[in-house]
Nanobody, 125 residues
Framework: QVQLVESGGGSVQAGGSLRLSCAAS????????MGWFRQAPGKEREFVSG????????YYADSVKGRFTISRDNAKNTVYLEMNSLKPEDTAVYYC??????????????????WGQGTQVTVSS
């Protein structure tokens, strides 16, 4: 079993920054791709960003490209999401997840098996 715990969410004004963290425990996630999804009220959960096990490749949704940066520290079993230039439309619950295996579309929710409980990010205008 893998437990994922997000932290770092909060309320900020538009243009502000937040750094989310996702700490994994139970089993190491260092050999798995990791990622972030978000879900706004009344909307489906959507892909935000993903990173390969080595950190060598990163992926972003078009809506956050250039503003968000994903990174990981395998020694700490932790994944991060640095969010800059935040917009009100970034308001959502942000979830950390572990990718099921090396196959499957990294942007598809079906490719991920373990999820955290989520952390709220609220951006006011």
């Amino acid at each position: 079993q893998v437990q994922l715990v997000e932290s770092g969410g909060g309320s900020v004004q538009a243009g502000g920054s937040l750094r989310l963290s996702c700490a994994a425990s139970g089993r190491t996630v260092s050999s798995y791709a990791m990622g972030w999804f978000r879900q706004a009220p009344g909307k489906e959960r959507e892909f935000v960003s993903g990173i390969t096990w080595s950190g060598g490749r990163t992926y972003y949704a078009d809506s956050v490209k250039g503003r968000f940066t994903i990174s990981r520290d395998n020694a700490k079993n932790t994944v991060y999401l640095e969010m800059n230039s935040l917009k009100p439309e970034d308001t959502a619950v942000y979830y950390c997840a572990r990718k099921r295996d090396a196959y499957g579309n990294i942007r598809s929710i079906m490719s991920w098996d373990y999820w955290g409980q989520g952390t709220q990010v609220t951006v006011s205008s």
